[in-house]
């Protein structure tokens, strides 16, 4: 099992900026990808942004020059710096975890969602 705690959200004007976080309970190293997704009412659930165990991160065009994906391999936590938001940007943000755990199992997992609202 892996547990994933996210915090970081909240309400902010168009063009603001927010930090997403969240930590792992397992090392960082056991993951294949970390990342965050993000679902709109009404809308599937999208990738926003990823970073590899390797390092390298891929983004969805939309965010891409506005959002950074990043990662603090000593607290096995990821971030998502998100700047100049856009009311398109405002869903739950639920981070995401593929790897493989404690116990050798491959799986994949998600936090709880921290909402994010872009509106004036």
């Known amino acids: 099992q892996v547990q994933l705690v996210e915090s970081g959200g909240g309400l902010v004007q168009p063009g603001g900026s927010l930090r997403l976080s969240c930590a792992a309970s397992v090392s960082i190293f056991r993951m294949n990808t970390m990342g965050w997704y993000r679902q709109a009412p009404g809308k599937q659930r999208e990738m926003v942004a990823r970073i590899f165990r390797i390092g390298s991160s891929d983004y969805q065009s939309s965010v891409k020059g506005r959002f950074t994906i990043s990662r603090d391999i000593g607290k096995n936590t990821v971030y998502l710096q998100m700047n100049n938001l856009k009311a398109d940007d405002t869903g739950v943000y639920y981070c995401?975890?593929?790897?493989?755990?404690?116990?050798?199992?491959?799986?994949?997992?998600w936090g709880q969602g921290t909402q994010v609202t872009v509106s004036s």
């Open positions: 995401h975890w593929a790897g493989v755990d404690e116990s050798g199992v491959d799986g994949d997992y």
